[in-house]
């Protein structure tokens, strides 16, 4: 069964930048890996996804190393809206679909 | 607007009832899921779709039933058999066929006392 390990909260401050790494075990070789934020009371929105090495996009870059067992979700210069929950999840498709239980990041002024 | 809507944003139940609550989308998607989200828990799933006439159970279903007659909708029914049915239950749907981005709805709230 597949499982994902996140922090579960992290602080940070404006204009930083925050790291949140993800483990995932069992991970298949052609599983994509989906990072999501969800604000309280809302439905998780779609950030990045990345089958391997870097994905950059205008929010967020995503990091996974060749053995594929983590990955790493970087936010440039956090704003104070920037604070929610973030899961990641994998595999995608149909199969057991596993979020992590999600970190909840703080960001102060 | 594309998107998925559920209804109603809150419902309250007396124990013993069953409920149903609606998901609706207009993307085009062939998959559907439910998750169901507890504090400190996560999304679990409960049920998905991949095609219209066609689901599978997840990870938790028991207490839960679900049909697809239409591809854009996904009704899921509480039934009385689940213990804790108090909840935020969350539909999302995907383009399938590998298209892994989920498309979530904005969640339906359930109480029952």
């Known amino acids: 069964l597949a499982k994902t390990t996140q922090p579960i909260s992290m602080d940070s401050y404006e204009g930083q930048e925050v790291n949140i790494t993800c483990s995932h075990n069992n991970i298949a070789t052609n599983d994509y890996i989906t990072w999501y934020q969800q604000f309280p009371s809302q439905g998780p929105r779609f950030i990045i996804q990345?089958?391997?090495t870097k994905v950059t996009n205008e929010v967020a870059s995503l990091f996974i190393p060749a053995d594929r067992k983590s990955s790493t979700l970087s936010l440039p210069r956090v704003s104070l809206s920037d604070t929610a929950v973030y899961y990641c999840q994998y595999p995608g498709g149909y199969s057991t679909l596993t979020f992590g239980k999600g970190t909840m990041l703080l960001v102060s002024p | 607007d594309g998107g998925i809507t559920q209804s109603p944003k809150y419902l309250f139940r007396k124990e013993g009832q069953n409920v149903t609550l609606s998901c609706e989308q207009n993307?085009?998607?062939?998959?559907m899921y439910w998750y169901r989200q507890d504090p400190g828990q996560g999304l679990r799933l409960i049920y998905y779709s991949q095609i219209v006439n066609d689901f599978q159970k997840g990870d938790i279903a028991e207490g839960y039933s679900v049909s697809r007659e239409k591809k854009e909708s996904f009704p899921l029914t509480v039934t009385s058999a689940q213990k804790n049915p108090t909840a935020f239950y969350l539909c999302?749907?995907?383009?399938?066929?590998?298209?892994?981005?989920?498309?979530f709805g904005p969640g339906t709230r359930l109480t029952v006392t």
């Open positions: 990345g089958y391997k």
């Open positions: 999302a749907s995907s383009g399938g066929q590998g298209l892994v981005e989920q498309y």
């Open positions: 993307l085009n998607h062939d998959a």
